[in-house]
Every structure is written in structure tokens, then in C-alpha cells.
């Protein structure tokens, strides 16, 4: 990866930094699964089972996991007896997910922002670890409200800053120094880690979230802090008509 790409994170020009985020997470895919379940002691694999103890039934539904990497959550989806889109625009992502078998639905490339499905298409939508390294988040939600039916809900799995004023300082500690430490030494690609920390340490806040999701007409917006509240689940649904 050129060492002279900007770690900033600004929303100024969100096409040059989804360029930049999709060629990094290609360069990490090697070691990407590794490293989530060695930097979260494990506990990520849980979170993504925990998003199905507040969402619907999904037996025989058509769903959609956005931002879906490897495709973990995918698997999950696809066990639950769902019928499976799982859309990402890291190719080599989506290929390392094909040949782990995790992807046995249909895979797409596309940005999150604007899904090439139709309108009312899809009972679930989830997205794990991705909605903050989407710089237009509001293009986002709007394309997810549109593409989900009516009673339909939305899942969001988040890495977030804790809320208790003393995890949160082991928190950025941890987050500042081991995990760019750990990713590099791992992943050899120490600038990604130190740029996937700074996501989380300058995403917005739970609240801004909430608001800009009822703002694009969800409701019910709930939340689900996991482990120290670290992680959080969100679930929020989109009204009947
Ligand atoms: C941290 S990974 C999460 C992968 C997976 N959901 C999991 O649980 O491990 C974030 C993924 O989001 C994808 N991504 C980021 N921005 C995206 C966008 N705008 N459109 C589509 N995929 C995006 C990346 O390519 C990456 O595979």
C-alpha cells in the first residue's frame, strides 16, 4: 500500500475515500479473519449471532448483508434458512468468502450507497463492521430503507466508543496502540489497523445515528450494547405501509 495516502477521515470527497478503503481492505484479506477474532478475543463471533436474538424470523426470506467481507454473517444467514445477497466492493473479499464457503447465496460487487436491487426487495438488511467506513452514511440509509419491504428491518453491528468513562480509556489506549501493534505485526499492514482504530475512535455518536435513521423514516430504533459496550446492535425497522 503507497505510503502517502491520507489517514485523514473527512466526508469531503467520499468517492477518492471508497477507493481508498476498498484497496485496503483488499490488501488485508489474508489475515483480516484472523485478526478480528484474535483483536476481539473471539467475542466478534458472538456478536454476530447476538444481532438474531432482536430481529425477526427469517426462515424462507430473501435477505441482504451489506458490507458482508468474508462473509461470516452471511453463513449465519444462510443457515437460518434465508436466502442469501451478499454485497461487497472488495473483490477479493468477496473471492476469499466464495472459496471459505461462506458465500453460498449470491455474491455482488457494489457500493453500499447505490444497490443495484429494486425497491422492496428484502426482509432483512444487515451490515457488520461496515457502516463506519461509509463516508456518505447518508446515502447509505436511504439506499437501504428503499431496497427493504415495508415491516422489513435493518441490522447494524458497530465497533463504538464505550460509554463508562474508564473502559473508554483502556478502550482508546487499546485501540491506539495495540491494535495497529497487533494488526501490523499480523497482517504486516500496520497503517490499515491505525486507520480501521481511527474509524471507530471518529465515527459519529449512537444518537447522531439514531436521528439520521428516523431522518430517512425508520423507526423503532433500538439498541443492544455487547461486551463493556464496545460493540452495539442496533435493529430499526421500516414502517409498514
Ligand atoms: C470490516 S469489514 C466487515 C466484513 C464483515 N461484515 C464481517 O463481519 O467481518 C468491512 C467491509 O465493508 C466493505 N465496504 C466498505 N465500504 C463499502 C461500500 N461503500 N460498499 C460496499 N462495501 C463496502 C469492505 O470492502 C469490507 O469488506
Given amino acids: 500500500m503507497p505510503t502517502n495516502i491520507s489517514y485523514e477521515i473527512n466526508n469531503k470527497k467520499p468517492e477518492d475515500k471508497k477507493l481508498f478503503i476498498r484497496k485496503m481492505f483488499d490488501s488485508i484479506v489474508p489475515t483480516y479473519d484472523l485478526l478480528n477474532h484474535v483483536l476481539s478475543f473471539g467475542t466478534d463471533i458472538l456478536w454476530r449471532k447476538n444481532i438474531f436474538r432482536h430481529t425477526k424470523k ?5 435477505v441482504i448483508d451489506i458490507c458482508c467481507g468474508t462473509g461470516d454473517l452471511s453463513l449465519i ?32 460487487s457494489a457500493d453500499a450507497c447505490w444497490m443495484p436491487f429494486k425497491s422492496n426487495s428484502f426482509a432483512l438488511a444487515t451490515i457488520a463492521f461496515g457502516i463506519r467506513n461509509i463516508p456518505d452514511i ?75 435513521l428516523k431522518k430517512y423514516g425508520f423507526k423503532n430504533v433500538a439498541f443492544y450494547p455487547q461486551t463493556l459496550g464496545v460493540a452495539t446492535i442496533i435493529v430499526c425497522e421500516k414502517e409498514m405501509l
Avoid at 77 to 93: A, E, P, R
Avoid at 138 to 149: C, E, G, H, P, T
Avoid at 176 to 181: D, K
Fill in 58 to 62: 427469517i426462515k424462507g426470506k430473501t
Fill in 77 to 108: 444467514l444462510y443457515n437460518k434458512g434465508s436466502k442469501v445477497v451478499s454485497l461487497d466492493f472488495s473483490l477479493n473479499m468477496l473471492e476469499k468468502g466464495v472459496t471459505k464457503n461462506a458465500l453460498r447465496g449470491h455474491p455482488v
Fill in 138 to 212: 447518508d446515502n447509505f440509509i436511504q439506499d437501504v430503507f428503499r431496497i427493504l419491504a415495508p415491516g422489513g428491518e435493518l441490522a447494524i453491528l458497530e465497533l463504538v466508543r464505550p460509554e463508562n468513562r474508564i473502559i473508554g480509556k483502556i478502550h482508546y489506549y487499546y485501540l491506539g496502540a495495540m491494535l495497529p501493534l497487533i494488526g501490523g505485526i499480523i497482517s504486516g499492514r500496520k497503517l490499515a489497523y491505525q486507520y480501521l482504530a481511527k474509524t471507530i475512535n471518529t465515527f459519529i455518536d449512537q444518537s447522531e445515528l439514531k436521528t439520521m
